[in-house]
């Protein structure tokens, strides 16, 4: 008896990965005997009774693309609503293509607990929460998996950067471009990650309270000319100072990184 997955959309779509779930095998019998389970790969079925056996890849199938379009329509939903909560799943549990992303950037385990750094099953992206001026103000997913777009969404308060714990010297801060950078950065002096390419009066407003400022974007990138010259009119205020390297900051080490702020 032919195992259709279109059949147990109303099941596949609330299983979690890694979770079994029995069901009848519809035309073939009324006990639940239909085993659905969701792997990484994507859905296996087999009936005990009839012994049919059915794979289902992620990629291939429609019931896991209703459900990941169904997880970023909740998203977009959201988005317009101006909520900016954590996706409802979130989990601490990073998959192995998360943790080497963060890895080829630097983020220990330690770095990735401190930011409380997750990952959503529904969104198929890990989970950066952004924090601002000490308060929660939403997060960017960031897609782990080659095939899936776009690659980042930002579901954040408007105006908003991405802050690193406190210093005891909070005398100088660095601005970076983006979370893994600043986070790498931020265990050496206060750091910020700019999530647009614009800064406003509010967050130049959060930045002239630092005496010493450090503005380190990554090499080669156009556009970012608007940044720059709003540092520069901190200088008013503040000790700018432009920090250049050859790599993004997140691809650096500990000590050349290091060596950027103190020589
Ligand atoms: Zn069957």
């Known amino acids: 008896m032919d195992i259709y997955p279109g059949d147990y959309i109303d099941v596949t779509s609330k299983l979690q990965v890694g979770c079994v779930r029995k069901v009848p095998h519809k035309g073939c019998s009324n006990s639940a005997c239909l085993r659905i389970e969701n792997s990484i790969e994507g859905f296996k079925f087999y009936c005990f009774k009839c012994r049919e056996y059915r794979f289902d890849s992620v990629l291939n199938s429609p019931a896991e693309r209703a459900r990941r379009t169904a997880a970023f329509k909740a998203y977009r939903e959201a988005r317009a609503k101006n909520s900016h909560e954590l996706p409802p799943d979130f989990s601490q549990t990073l998959p192995e293509a998360g943790l080497a992303w963060l890895g080829k ?153 290091q060596e950027k702020f103190y020589g």
């Open 105 to 257: 950037a630097g983020w220990t385990s330690c770095i990735i607990r401190h930011y409380d750094i997750g990952y959503s099953e529904d969104l198929c992206r890990v989970i950066l929460p952004v924090y601002y001026r000490g308060v929660y103000s939403g997060y960017i997913a960031r897609s782990v998996e080659e095939w899936l777009e776009p690659k980042y969404l930002e579901s954040t308060d408007q105006g908003v950067m991405w802050e690193s714990r406190p210093h005891t010297d909070e005398s100088s801060c660095v601005v970076c471009e983006d979370i893994l950078s600043a986070g790498r950065c931020g265990e050496i002096v206060k750091a910020y990650a700019l999530l647009g390419t614009s800064l406003d009066t509010s967050q130049l407003n959060t930045l002239r309270k630092y005496e010493r400022i450090y503005l380190w974007l990554d090499p080669d990138k156009g556009g970012r000319q608007g940044v720059i010259d709003a540092v520069n009119r901190l200088r008013i205020f503040s000790e700018v100072i432009i920090i250049t390297s050859d790599k993004d900051p997140k691809y650096l080490t500990n000590s050349e990184i």
